[in-house]
């Protein structure tokens, strides 16, 4: 009766791993990023967010699929961000353009000025993106809109499941 015992309690508490999320069910936009080549990906939404503050917003999945994908993003959600980063986050005129126009509804039809050619090759010099992944929430929206105008030489690539994914029309992945 012991050993009888003994088994059902080595089988109830048997240690069982944890379920872990496969590069297989990754959404094809997170698979095309993955084969694009280059270090860095820019989002929209785009944020920093530490436990005091918060300048933008984040999505939890691009950092969820970021160990499939491998990219840099300049997104960040971490317990502690120094103020100097959030001064350079806030400085750039073209990342504070896009905080401001990504809190916007996408239905918003606000005009926003093109960003001068010097702030864009800025911008673009500072993130070095190989692609840029637009989120079914902002997709069309003031911010989208206003990242057409930083990349115009950018291709956008459309998926089912709503996202938008920009990159140079060379690089561009099906």
Known sequence: ???????????????????????RRMPAAFQAVAKLPGEALFTLPVGLIDGYRQVGKTELRNFLYQPYYRKKIPSAYISR?????????????????LVALQGLPVESDTAVAQPSATAAARFRRRYQPAGVLVSPAWRNGPAH???????????????PDGYVLMAPAALSVR
């Open 81 to 97: 961000v120094d103020a100097e980063q959030f001064a350079r986050f806030e400085a750039d005129t073209v990342m504070h353009t």
């Open 145 to 159: 809109r206003y990242l057409r105008q930083v990349f115009p030489d950018f291709r956008e690539q459309n998926f």
């Open 1 to 23: 009766m012991s050993v009888l015992l003994l088994g059902v309690v080595l089988v109830e508490f048997w240690p069982v791993p944890p379920p872990l999320d496969s590069s």
